[in-house]
């Protein structure tokens, strides 16, 4: 079956610093990717839908500058978290859209302290 | 895994008709989420019903939980060719917020 594997699921990073992370899928090609935030005790807000070698397209009230998305293949997609402020931690998840539909990430969790 | 099984994998039905999605999991959860995806898009929140619920309504969505049975229903009720997309079943573990999804239900809507 369809596997995103999405890297890493856990990080902590000091404030003003960068973090990168990776969502790839493991065993199809994926031509849109999506990437979504969760706010404590809320849903998932979609962020940004990227397609492989084109630019990603940001949801309204998100920061392209700050959420930086490179899908630079059609099996890695990644977001990059720029100058991060403690209210950048959050849950992040990645999902892949490809011949059998779609599959998520299982996640990551991001500490900015 | 820990991602859901949701049943069935794909469903076409007429318009005006109702539409019932079956998603179980595994782990004991906070809460469960109902989402649905139209093809290219992101996914839209549509109810979330707690662990300590049994059901819940929004307009023409119904939405079933038995914990005991680690199962959950979703109703669409009067559906619409509007209605098509594919959708998803998502719980939060009572560990944390970690997310895991339902494998989704491809619903079709025939005008």
């Known amino acids: 079956g369809a596997v995103v594997s999405q890297h890493p699921s856990r990080v902590i990073c000091k404030s003003g610093t960068s973090v990168k992370i990776e969502c790839r899928s493991l065993d199809f090609q994926a031509t849109t990717m999506f990437w979504y935030r969760q706010f404590p005790k809320k849903s998932l807000m979609l962020m940004a839908t990227?397609?492989?070698?084109?630019?990603?397209?940001?949801e309204q009230g998100v920061e392209k500058d700050k959420f930086l998305i490179n899908h630079a293949s059609l099996t890695l997609s990644t977001l990059t978290v720029t100058s991060a402020h403690p209210e950048d931690s959050s849950f992040y998840i990645c999902?892949?859209?490809?011949?059998?539909?779609?599959?998520f990430g299982s996640g990551t969790r991001l500490t900015v302290v | 895994s820990q991602q859901g099984e949701e049943d069935p994998q794909a469903l076409s039905i007429q318009e005006g008709e109702n539409a019932t999605m079956n998603c179980s999991y595994k782990?004991?959860?906070?809460?469960l989420q109902w989402y649905r995806q139209n093809s290219g898009r992101g996914l839209v929140h549509l109810i979330l019903?707690?662990?300590?619920?049994r059901e819940k309504h929004s307009g023409r969505l119904r939405v079933t939980l038995d914990t005991s049975k680690k199962s959950s229903s979703l109703l669409i009720t009067a559906s619409r060719a509007a209605d098509t997309a594919s959708y998803f079943c998502?719980?939060?573990?009572?560990?944390?917020?970690?997310?895991?999804f339902g494998t989704g239900t491809s619903l079709t809507v025939i005008p």
């Open positions: 990227s397609n492989e070698g084109s630019k990603a397209t940001y």
């Open positions: 019903i707690r662990s300590n619920e």
């Open positions: 999902s892949a859209e490809g011949a059998l539909g779609y599959t």
């Open positions: 782990t004991s959860i906070n809460n």
């Open positions: 998502a719980t939060v573990s009572n560990t944390g917020n970690q997310f895991y």
